[in-house]
């Protein structure tokens, strides 16, 4: 399930043209932030980093206003994806101790 974070900077990112200066954005930034909202959809929140170090490194000029943010984005959303993850397995270590306290009985 992808969150409304992540639905939120979709929806950014197939909106974005403009850098803070006025002018159209590159075509490679366009690239990458397609190839970002792919790794994002997908829940591959290491490329999705590598993508935004990238992006820093390579597009600060274009990019400034807004990389702080999406670097949040990929925090926020790879933070609640181990949480879900982490309680997933608890229940499931819990039903599975339940099911063999059960059968020795």
Known sequence: MVSPHVEA???YAHSIRRSSSGRDVSEGVVQKL???????????????????????????????????????LIKVNRSARDRAVGWQSA???????????????
């Open 9 to 11: 900077w979709t929806a």
């Open 34 to 72: 397609l190839q970002l909202k792919q790794a994002l959809d997908q829940g591959d929140f290491n490329k999705a980093s590598i993508i935004q170090v990238s992006l820093t490194t390579s597009d600060w000029d274009e990019c400034s206003t807004w990389l702080s943010a999406l670097k949040r």
């Open 91 to 105: 229940l499931a270590s819990r039903v599975d101790a339940a099911a063999c306290s059960n059968a020795s009985h």
